[in-house]
């Protein structure tokens, strides 16, 4: 019997790890310590996220990266592969994939899926994405979907209903044929995997709503950060079914707040690499729905320390405050990046999960 999966474990607050399988995890940075991505470091990274209780290890799926000094995530590793690595070598943690639709098969995702949730015993995730980015789907000589969610909604249908299916399956949808399909083994967990989507548009979270157990969004100021839970919840109830919110957070902490904002100031404004900043908000602007419109004018320094996710820069006890009150506004989980994962998540883990304990969010 396979135990439940850790997102759906006893703590308040779920934690889990972002990225560590692209260069550069979500800075984009030239200082020397910038993240490699080594195979090695991210086996490092895994591990300590594990011993430490965190719930889960969510990477990115890039092929193609944005250029720069550092051709910034052009370095990533294959996300079906680095999860089944690293269920070898880890013993609680979740470990999800993250699968572009309209670039992998659904049959083809059911089986690399459910193998990967049979090594790890049930800590499989599924991170679907629609893509945004014209440049990586022209290397599959693959335009972009107009309509991508109803793609997604047939591609995880296909998906469930190969797992639930007893007999080969025959489907005609709008954007896939299958004949006499069938995809054994199943996934162990039931129905399938649990499921994640990272959507700010309406279309993405009405996709989520429908059909996946956790969103994970955006917000530019806490005081907005409710708003978009309450959006999702409402887009939920209006279809039945209960939906966990989380979020993304780039992460400095020091013991003091000088030495924090000093280093976010070195490695996301005097070293950023600024080509490579420009060139991702720009594809992020103009193809993306994955942010407020004006965060990108407002927060260069976001994009260079993060991706554009909300900054948490300070000491263990005001970045704790901080995730407190992330909670309070309704997240259920928040995903963390680091510049160096190996060097900066002992520090966070021994001096922030402490107080989170004592605050009800963690056990």
């Keep these: 019997m396979i135990k439940a999966h850790p997102l759906h474990g006893p703590n308040k607050l779920k934690l889990g790890v972002f990225s560590t399988n692209a260069d550069g995890g979500l800075a984009i940075t ?57 269920a070898t070598a880890t013993e609680q943690i979740g470990l999800f994939m993250t699968v572009h639709v309209p670039l992998v098969h659904p049959l083809y995702a059911a089986k690399a899926l459910a193998t990967v949730d049979h090594i790890s015993q049930g800590r499989a995730g599924l991170n679907i994405v629609c893509g945004w980015n014209p440049k990586e789907f022209g290397m599959f000589g693959t335009p972009l979907v107009e309509k991508g969610y109803d793609q997604a909604a047939e591609w995880i249908e296909i998906l469930e209903r190969l797992y639930a299916s007893a007999e080969p399956l025959d489907y005609e949808g709008s954007y896939y044929t299958l004949e006499e399909a069938v995809s054994r083994p199943a996934s162990l967990q039931v129905p399938r995997p649990v ?109 260079a320390g993060g991706a554009g996710t909300y900054p948490l820069i300070g000491t263990p006890e005001t970045i704790a405050a901080d995730m407190i009150a992330i909670a309070e506004q309704g997240y259920q989980g928040i995903a963390l990046s680091f510049v160096n994962y190996t060097q900066e998540l002992p520090y966070f883990c021994d001096h922030v999960l402490p107080i989170l304990r004592k605050a009800g969010l963690r056990e």
């Design 30 to 86: 030239d200082v020397p310590e910038r993240w490699t991505a080594s195979w090695q470091d991210n086996l490092t990274a895994a591990q300590i996220a594990d011993r430490a209780g965190l719930e889960f290890m969510l990477p990115i799926a890039r092929w193609r990266g944005f250029g720069g000094r550092n051709k910034v995530r052009e370095w990533s590793f294959e996300t079906f592969t680095w999860a089944a690595a690293l």
């Design 195 to 303: 499921t994640m989507n990272a959507a700010f548009g309406g279309p993405g979270r009405d996709f989520a709503a429908a059909r996946c157990d956790y969103l994970f969004t955006t917000f530019s100021e806490m005081s907005d950060a409710g708003k978009h839970v309450a959006d999702i919840r409402e887009r939920a109830d209006k279809v039945g079914r209960d939906v966990g919110v989380y979020t993304v957070a780039h992460v400095v902490c020091r013991p003091t707040m000088e030495e924090a904002r000093a280093y976010y100031t070195r490695y996301a404004v005097d070293m950023a690499d600024h080509d490579a900043v420009d060139a991702h908000m720009a594809g992020k602007k103009e193809f993306s729905q994955s942010h407020d419109p004006h965060a990108y004018d407002r927060y260069r320094q976001r994009f």
